[in-house]
Nanobody, 117 residues
């Protein structure tokens, strides 16, 4: 059974930083693109950042460009999301996901990020 487990969320003041981690239970995910999504109350889930299987290619939502950095360590089966200069509008549940067959269809349970003003 495949599992993705996120950690690192919490409460932080505006301007602060957090680093989210997502550990995959199977090494096969090292061959997959991975992404971080978020969902705020009353809003649709949105793609925040994604990284290629090698880590050599990344992309970001316009709202987080220059503030967030996605990376991965395949030796540790882990994907990271470094979040700097956090804003109250970044408050959401953050999910990591694996892209298998062209779609994100494996999901973690989510971790709450709350940014106070």
């Amino acid at each position: 059974q495949v599992q993705l487990v996120e950690s690192g969320g919490g409460l932080v003041q505006a301007g602060g930083s957090l680093r989210l981690s997502c550990v995959a239970s199977r090494r096969t995910f090292n061959l997959r693109p991975m992404g971080w999504f978020r969902q705020a109350p009353g809003k649709e889930r949105e793609l925040v950042a994604q990284v290629s299987w090698s880590g050599g290619s990344t992309s970001y939502a316009d709202s987080v460009k220059g503030r967030f950095t996605i990376s991965r360590d395949n030796a540790k089966n882990t994907v990271y999301l470094q979040m700097n200069s956090l804003k109250p509008e970044d408050t959401a549940v953050y999910y990591c996901a694996a892209n298998v067959g062209g779609t994100y269809n494996y999901w973690g349970q989510g971790t709450q990020v709350t940014v106070s003003s």
